[in-house]
């Protein structure tokens, strides 16, 4: 099925709409710089995907925005970074700071004309407030862990937000699942035979950045780098 075919789109919104490992770095930057630990950029990301990975599975049920403390703990002692409280639980305060990707306000614009979008996100309900704005409140429906009580990729978040668009007279093969996580996204989506389209904002980087590693790579029904060029199959 042509992009253009379907009448909804739902996105994930950390990682595909919002730069979340640029978020991520401006907090880590400083504290690395201030405990002299000789960590880069890709060691500071994949020790955030690692910690990500354990949060995820001791607490499947916390929105990512709960998890970003205890992530941030994980992955100092991790690295040996000296951090303080404040800062801990600052990672998830600055996400109204964090940015979009520099396509994302004008895709999403360009998008909403032919299409109903729709936020899916493993975010509660402040942080998608908070990213909405950044991103021009682009949404006409919104599903977040708050309302599901459970995280991607578990099936429940992909059916709860199916349930809703239905109500609206969506059917599942006229929608179709937006996202950059192989891990959290596109493996479970192409599980659950919903139409998906990857869009790989780490093209031509190596590893998986701040997202776990998915272990293997799951071909989607379409796929871009960015979300620019979905704009432009879509003929919007």
Known sequence: M????HRALTFDVVGTL????????NHLRPIAARSGAPHGDAALLAAFGRAEDVQQR???????TQMLEPIHRRLAEELGLATTDAEATGLAESIPEWPPFTDSVDALRRLGTRFRLVALTNSDNWAL??????LGD??????????VGANKPDPQMFAYCLGRQSTHGYRKEEVMHVAQSQYHDIAAAVGLD?????????????????TPSPGTVTTPDHHFTSLADLAEAAGV
Not at 58 to 64: D, M, N, S, Y
Not at 129 to 134: D, E, G, H, L, P
Not at 138 to 147: A, G, K, L, N, R
């Open 58 to 64: 001791l607490a499947p049920e916390l929105p990512f």
């Open 2 to 5: 042509a992009v253009h075919e």
């Open 18 to 25: 919002i730069d979340f490992e640029a978020g991520i770095l």
């Open 138 to 147: 682009p949404f006409h429906d919104t599903v977040t862990v708050e309302d």
């Open 129 to 134: 407030r908070c990213m909405a704005r950044t």
């Open 194 to 210: 919903y139409t998906t389209c990857w869009i790989e904002r780490r093209h031509g980087d190596e590893g998986s950045g701040a």
